[in-house]
Each structure stands twice: as structure tokens, then as C-alpha cells.
């Protein structure tokens, strides 16, 4: 069935809303999109339901006028900050001998049944990290294997109940009542890993405006995600307090000057060493500021953060398994040298930039780094790449499967296109002489096979009828 889908993703600068359907080749076809300014949101949390329930009933709103068609189901990026995760396992006998759909479905259940989550939290992903069928080696989709047992490991990601309730009561304002919920982190590695970077261990870091998020990937599956409440609006921040600026004025100095790797001393080849900036309270004053100064600000802010992601992840003990490397995206990604630094601080441990997968459409560029989770959303549901997992509503998610499409397709001759009397009288014709030769053909294969009985010709059953005719006069 092909459902039209409303994907949100609530960030703490911007709401983007997209509503997509899966086209004839299953490929992502996008029927309108949305952006509204983040309002009544900080850090991923709704701080103002009002405000927060305006902004996203305006993004749905303009995403809805381009498209008349009903939304079927609805996905919600959610933050990191306010979830946990844990690991599970389950086990369940196989009693056909054939794994099924049930079976996984029961195993994955089973797991969850099996773990201990936090009375105030609520599910919001049960991603199985591998499967065994009678103790064999590990498998990543046991279904139509043979086997007496079915055993499955899985990563089980929490939300507050509070957090997702406030979310709930936001969307009910745009008139939606259900969704899927879908953690910010894991919805970016799915719109931005390939499957080799999936299967071999990768780390994605999404910087946005207020928080970092980062999960962690290996064999195919999430293994673990982590949160930071530091953005590139803290750099803004940095920019307005150190200078005596405006807000405005910091975020435009932080997006044409900020670099992590241009010269800005004294005789530098760009010619630029400082810049003219408005003082707080008085506008129509300014000052030169030195754009060295400038750097070391905005080099300062990204190092803590790009050191307080290794420091977790050294402690949790997966930066030694992140053998394909560290991919960042999100809106920080754009900031000139940060991959540099990267470097450095991650120890030699490959880094790249990446943008999501650009899906094409009259609406909206994709191909940014902002875009990386509204990208995971709408991958999470149509894309043909996901695995199976229970969702937020502990409800599998299934791989998705393409269906042969029977097309029905007519040639006409265009010289006859406005003679349609003509072109019926052809078709009659056609039709006629088909049922002819159909008819004749199937009067030879009966004369030749004798288990078929031959059926009377009009002129033989009138002469029949005229024979039972007398009988019954003459009894």
C-alpha cells in the first residue's frame, strides 16, 4: 500500500515539514515542503508548547498547500538529550522449522519484554544488532532459514515520557494525532552512510545549532548514540559576548569570516586582517575587530566540542572499533576547516564531510548538510534499504519489498486520432476476426483430441429441437 507520509524534523533553529509517496519505481517522490523558524524549543526540548505548536502548525501548513493528497502516517525527528539506551537479548523456538516474519516479530518482542526500561521512559527503537538461528554465526535477516531456535541481540533506544508527551500535544494542534518517533542521531547516519560504511563500523557526529548528536555503527546496526548541548549557536554566543556585539551582527561575522584555516594575521594574501562591527546598545557605533581574534573564538568553541564527542566515545569504548572512520554533517559541517581539526583531535582516524542523499524534487535542495535528518526521516519509512526493528509504536518495521507493476499500454496511430468512428470500426473489425481465429483454433483442437467432446452447430441443434419436438407430440 502506498501511504503518503508527513516527515518533521523539530530543530532547535529551524522546522522543516516534507510530505513524500513512493513513485511507480519506489523511488521518493516529494508532494511539498515546509520551513518555519524554530520557536518555544532549546536544546532538542519544548520549553513554550504554544510557540513550539504554532511554528509546526505553519511548516505542515505550507508543506500541505502544494499537495492534495491525505497524510496515511507521520514520522517526528526527536533529540538525543532526553533519551537512554540499553542492551537486550531474546529467544524463541521455531516451530515450523521455517523462520517467518512472526518469528522475528516474536523474538524482537521477546527482547524487549526481557529488558528493564526506566518507569518514566518510553521505547523509542528496538534495533536488533545481530541474530543467531541454532547457534550458528551471526545473521542479519534470518527470515526463510531453516532452524529449531531463534535467538536476537538488540540496542534499545528510551525517551522521556514527558519530552514525547509535550511533542504530542504540539503536533495535535496541526491535527496529528500519531506518529512514529525517530532519534535525530539515527535518522542522519541513515540518510548520510553507505552499506560498507554501515557493515565496517562508522561514526556519524551531527552538529547542529544547539546540540551535537552522534551514533555509532557496526555490522549493519546501531550500537550506540550519544548527546552534546553545544552548538554552532553557541558560537554566536562566544562572538556576541567577547565583542560587545549584537546577535545579528555575530551570526553574520560567524558565516563570511568564519574560518578555522585561513590566514588572518598581519600581510596575509587575502588583504583582510579586520572587520567593522556595531557595539551592543549602540548600534550606530562601531569598532574594528581583528579576524585573528575572531578565529581563535570560533576555533576554541568547536575544539571543546569535537574533544567532549572523543571523550565519550573513548569511554564508552567505540572509538577503537570506528574502523571506517568519523563522518560529520549537520549545519556546523559547512564551517571552513573543521574536517582539519577533526583530525587532530580524533588521533588519525579517517574524517569526511558528507552531505544526504539528494533526492530530487521542484521543492527543496537536500544535497546540504542540514538536511541530513529530515533526509533520515523520509528514508526511515520509503527507502529500500531498512532493516528490520520495532518502532516507536513497537510495531516491526519491515524491509520493503518491490511489487511487479502491471502497465497497460495502448499504440494508436496519430493520423487517425480524429477519426474515432474510423478507429472503433478497426478495432471492431480486429476484435472479430480475433474471436474468429481463436474460435476455428480451438474447433481443430477438438476435432484432434477425442477425451473433448465436439459442441453441435447452429444448423444441427435446430434440427435436434425439431426432433424432440415430434417425440413430444407423439407421447
Same mark, same amino acid.
Given at each position: 500500500?502506498?501511504?503518503?507520509?508527513?516527515?518533521?524534523? &523539530?530543530? %532547535? /533553529?529551524?522546522?522543516?515539514? +516534507?510530505?513524500?509517496?513512493?513513485?511507480? $519505481?519506489?523511488? @521518493? =517522490?516529494?508532494?511539498?515542503?515546509?520551513?518555519?523558524?524554530?520557536?518555544?524549543?532549546?536544546?532538542?526540548?519544548?520549553?513554550?508548547?504554544?510557540?513550539?505548536?504554532?511554528?509546526?502548525?505553519?511548516?505542515?501548513?505550507?508543506?500541505?498547500?502544494?499537495?492534495?493528497?491525505?497524510?496515511?502516517?507521520?514520522?517526528?525527528?526527536?533529540?538525543?538529550?532526553?533519551?537512554?539506551? &540499553?542492551? %537486550? /537479548?531474546?529467544?524463541?523456538? +521455531?516451530?515450523?522449522?521455517?523462520?517467518? $516474519?512472526?518469528? @522475528? =516479530?516474536?523474538?524482537?518482542?521477546?527482547?524487549?519484554?526481557?529488558?528493564?526500561?526506566?518507569?518514566?521512559?518510553?521505547?523509542?527503537?528496538?534495533?536488533?544488532?545481530?541474530?543467531?538461528?541454532?547457534?550458528?554465526?551471526?545473521?542479519?535477516?534470518?527470515?526463510?532459514?531453516?532452524?529449531?531456535?531463534?535467538?536476537?541481540?538488540?540496542?534499545?533506544?528510551?525517551?522521556?515520557?514527558?519530552?514525547?508527551?509535550?511533542?504530542?500535544?504540539?503536533?495535535?494542534?496541526?491535527?496529528? $494525532?500519531?506518529?512514529?518517533?525517530?532519534?535525530?542521531?539515527?535518522?542522519?547516519?541513515?540518510?548520510?552512510?553507505?552499506?560498507?560504511?554501515?557493515?565496517?563500523?562508522?561514526?556519524?557526529?551531527?552538529?547542529?545549532?544547539?546540540?551535537?548528536?552522534?551514533?555509532?555503527?557496526?555490522?549493519?546496526?546501531?550500537?550506540?548514540?550519544?548527546?552534546?548541548?553545544?552548538?554552532?549557536?553557541?558560537?554566536?554566543?562566544?562572538?556576541?559576548?567577547?565583542?560587545?556585539?549584537?546577535?545579528?551582527?555575530?551570526?553574520?561575522?560567524?558565516?563570511?569570516?568564519?574560518?578555522?584555516?585561513?590566514?588572518?594575521?598581519?600581510?596575509?594574501?587575502?588583504?583582510?586582517?579586520?572587520?567593522?562591527?556595531?557595539?551592543?546598545?549602540?548600534?550606530?557605533?562601531?569598532?574594528?575587530?581583528?579576524?585573528?581574534?575572531?578565529?581563535?573564538?570560533?576555533?576554541?568553541?568547536?575544539?571543546?566540542?569535537?574533544?567532549?564527542?572523543?571523550?565519550?566515545?573513548?569511554?564508552?569504548?567505540?572509538?577503537?572499533?570506528?574502523?571506517?572512520?568519523?563522518?560529520?554533517?549537520?549545519?556546523?559541517?559547512?564551517?571552513?576547516?573543521?574536517?582539519?581539526?577533526?583530525?587532530?583531535?580524533?588521533?588519525?582516524?579517517?574524517?569526511?564531510?558528507?552531505?544526504?542523499?539528494?533526492?530530487?524534487?521542484?521543492?527543496?535542495?537536500?544535497?546540504?548538510?542540514?538536511?541530513?535528518?529530515?533526509?533520515?526521516?523520509?528514508?526511515?519509512?520509503?527507502?529500500?534499504?531498512?532493516?528490520?526493528?520495532?518502532?516507536?509504536?513497537?510495531?516491526?518495521?519491515?524491509?520493503?519489498?518491490?511489487?511487479?507493476?502491471?502497465?497497460?499500454?495502448?499504440?494508436?496511430?496519430?493520423?487517425?486520432?480524429?477519426?474515432?468512428?474510423?478507429?472503433?470500426?478497426?478495432?471492431?473489425?480486429?476484435?472479430?476476426?480475433?474471436?474468429?481465429?481463436?474460435?476455428?483454433?480451438?474447433?481443430?483442437?477438438?476435432?484432434?483430441?477425442?477425451?473433448?467432446?465436439?459442441?453441435?452447430?447452429?444448423?444441427?441443434?435446430?434440427?435436434?429441437?425439431?426432433?424432440?419436438?415430434?417425440?413430444?407430440?407423439?407421447?
Amino acid at each position: 500500500m502506498n501511504n503518503t507520509l508527513l516527515a518533521i524534523d &523539530i530543530g %532547535s /533553529s529551524t522546522i522543516t515539514a +516534507v510530505i513524500a509517496k513512493h513513485d511507480l $519505481e519506489y523511488n @521518493i =517522490n516529494i508532494l511539498g515542503t515546509g520551513i518555519q523558524n524554530s520557536e518555544g524549543i532549546n536544546k532538542g526540548l519544548i520549553i513554550n508548547i504554544e510557540e513550539a505548536s504554532k511554528a509546526i502548525k505553519n511548516a505542515v501548513t505550507l508543506a500541505k498547500r502544494n499537495t492534495t493528497e491525505t497524510i496515511d502516517e507521520s514520522v517526528v525527528s526527536i533529540s538525543g538529550n532526553y533519551t537512554k539506551s &540499553i542492551r %537486550s /537479548s531474546g529467544s524463541v523456538n +521455531v516451530p515450523n522449522g521455517l523462520i517467518t $516474519e512472526t518469528e @522475528i =516479530n516474536q523474538v524482537m518482542q521477546m527482547a524487549l519484554y526481557n529488558a528493564t526500561i526506566v518507569p518514566e521512559y518510553e521505547v523509542v527503537h528496538v534495533v536488533p544488532i545481530f541474530f543467531k538461528v541454532d547457534d550458528s554465526v551471526d545473521v542479519n535477516n534470518p527470515l526463510n532459514m531453516n532452524g529449531s531456535r531463534l535467538e536476537v541481540a538488540v540496542y534499545i533506544v528510551t525517551a522521556k515520557r514527558t519530552a514525547l508527551t509535550n511533542i504530542k500535544s504540539a503536533l495535535k494542534v496541526s491535527g496529528i $494525532e500519531e506518529s512514529r518517533f525517530i532519534l535525530d542521531g539515527y535518522a542522519s547516519a541513515i540518510s548520510v552512510l553507505d552499506n560498507q560504511q554501515r557493515k565496517f563500523g562508522t561514526t556519524v557526529i551531527n552538529m547542529g545549532s544547539t546540540t551535537t548528536e552522534f551514533v555509532c555503527y557496526k555490522g549493519n546496526s546501531l550500537i550506540h548514540n550519544g548527546f552534546i548541548p553545544v552548538g554552532s549557536n553557541h558560537i554566536t554566543n562566544d562572538l556576541s559576548v567577547m565583542l560587545h556585539t549584537p546577535p545579528l551582527a555575530a551570526e553574520r561575522i560567524k558565516t563570511e569570516y568564519g574560518s578555522l584555516t585561513k590566514d588572518y594575521t598581519p600581510n596575509n594574501e587575502l588583504g583582510v586582517t579586520k572587520v567593522k562591527i556595531p557595539r551592543i546598545g549602540d548600534e550606530d557605533t562601531h569598532s574594528e575587530v581583528a579576524l585573528d581574534y575572531i578565529q581563535t573564538i570560533i576555533h576554541a568553541r568547536v575544539e571543546e566540542v569535537l574533544v567532549l564527542v572523543r571523550n565519550q566515545l573513548k569511554k564508552s569504548g567505540i572509538l577503537d572499533n570506528v574502523t571506517s572512520g568519523i563522518v560529520i554533517t549537520g549545519g556546523m559541517a559547512n564551517l571552513e576547516g573543521i574536517r582539519e581539526l577533526a583530525d587532530k583531535i580524533f588521533d588519525g582516524t579517517p574524517i569526511s564531510l558528507s552531505n544526504p542523499k539528494n533526492i530530487k524534487n521542484g521543492y527543496l535542495n537536500f544535497d546540504e548538510p542540514g538536511m541530513s535528518t529530515i533526509v533520515g526521516l523520509l528514508e526511515y519509512k520509503l527507502g529500500l534499504n531498512r532493516n528490520y526493528e520495532l518502532d516507536s509504536s513497537k510495531h516491526l518495521v519491515k524491509p520493503i519489498r518491490k511489487e511487479a507493476r502491471i502497465e497497460n499500454k495502448t499504440i494508436q496511430n496519430p493520423q487517425m486520432n480524429n477519426n474515432n468512428e474510423f478507429n472503433e470500426q478497426i478495432n471492431y473489425n480486429q476484435n472479430t476476426q480475433a474471436r474468429e481465429e481463436v474460435h476455428n483454433k480451438s474447433q481443430e483442437v477438438r476435432k484432434d483430441d477425442p477425451t473433448v467432446l465436439t459442441p453441435l452447430s447452429k444448423e444441427k441443434k435446430k434440427g435436434v429441437s425439431k426432433f424432440w419436438s415430434k417425440i413430444s407430440e407423439w407421447f
